[in-house]
């Protein structure tokens, strides 16, 4: 006798009627000793039987008149225009890095306090630094100059408290 | 003779004659909305998706090599179309499989007539295809809705004729689940 698995995997064949003469024997053999099998190939059957009466909702003659018009407005829909850089990577590259620039130049412009450090100072300028920042000595290991360092790190409160504070320096 | 047909048809639209598109949409519209339409239980779906698989057509028809038949191809077009959207809409909104549809007892088998005209049961059909896996339900369908065979099948999902028969009767195991009130007893 053929096992249920064997059962399973020609289920479909039978349901369809396309097994061989000596597979289905075999097949109908196995259904009339397992009882368990026979149960799953009878209420399968019913399964099949009960979706074939499934009735798909036929569409009236007028949506099909205008298919075809519909179809072909949609074909001769522009697409849509492509940027004119898309095609050239070299140009939207360029265009990329100087919009860039641009954004990193306007922060800059916001956020540099136009004060003149170079007259401050180095040691208040770098003590400053030290205690606001611990990664200090990376940036000197850059060799940035300290005005730069503190440009880039120091809020411009303290920046215009320390010019503020230290004008005797400067004149 | 329908293959030769589609054939002249299809050289003839690549030759950019386009009422030879005209005469395969008109050819086989219904069958690819009616296919849509099953895999997608919505006819603004079907409508939609049946139409972009005729603009695919149109727009890549140089790509057709007549390696299958013409309507394999646009089914394959249509169901890869149709799959993208039912995967889309899936991850919108998860179905129970398991759920089982409550009937009222009545003996359909003696009456199919009456079956037919139920609008109860149609529903239920309709809701237990739908609830079925993507792939599951697109063999399902092109099989017990659109009569093509597991060879054709197999063709337009670019997979095995034992996957065909491994996904219908998974398929058809859990429509009888879900179906257990019309099928038991």
């Known amino acids: 006798m053929i096992s249920c698995r064997k059962v399973k995997r020609w289920t479909v064949d039978y349901l369809e009627g396309t097994l061989s003469e000596k597979k289905k024997f075999l097949f109908e053999e196995h259904l009339s000793k397992c009882s368990r099998c026979a149960q799953e190939i009878e209420t399968l059957v019913k399964t099949q039987k009960l979706v074939r009466l499934k009735v798909r909702e036929e569409m009236p003659e007028t949506f099909w008149a205008h298919y075809l018009p519909r179809l072909k407005r949609r074909l001769e829909e522009k697409p849509l225009p492509r940027l004119a850089w898309r095609p050239v990577p070299a140009l939207a590259l360029a265009t990329a890095t100087a919009l860039v620039l641009l954004v990193v130049a306007a922060i800059s412009l916001l956020r540099t306090p136009s004060l003149n450090l170079e007259n401050l100072p180095r040691e208040v300028l770098v003590e400053e630094v030290m205690a606001s920042n611990s990664e200090l000595d990376y940036f000197i290991a850059e060799s940035f100059e300290p005005e730069e360092i503190a440009q880039a790190l120091l809020p411009r409160e303290i920046l215009n408290s320390l010019v503020n504070n230290n004008q005797e320096f400067t004149l | ?185």
């Open chain 2, 1 to 185: 003779m329908v293959k030769n047909e589609d054939t002249l048809l299809v050289n003839r639209l690549k030759k950019g004659e386009r009422k030879a598109f005209d005469e395969l949409v008109n050819k086989y519209k219904k069958r690819i909305y009616y296919l849509a339409y099953s895999l997608t239980n919505n006819h603004a779906d079907a409508l939609d998706l049946s139409q972009e698989a005729f603009i695919k057509v149109y727009k890549s028809i140089h790509r057709f090599r007549g390696r299958s038949s013409f309507y394999t191809w646009l089914y394959r077009i249509t169901v890869n179309i149709c799959l993208n959207h039912l995967k889309k809409k899936a991850k919108r909104k998860e179905i129970s499989f398991d759920e089982r549809i409550e009937v009222a007892q009545v003996d359909w088998w003696s009456n199919p007539k009456k079956a037919l005209e139920n609008k109860e049961l149609q529903e239920n059909l309709t809701r237990a295809i739908d609830s079925l896996p993507p792939q599951q339900k697109t063999v399902f369908t092109l099989r017990h809705l659109e009569g093509l065979s597991h060879k054709e099948i197999a063709s337009i999902l670019g997979c095995s004729i034992g996957s065909v028969k491994a996904n219908l009767f998974q398929a058809l195991q859990k429509l009888r689940n879900r179906l257990k009130g019309y099928v038991e007893g």
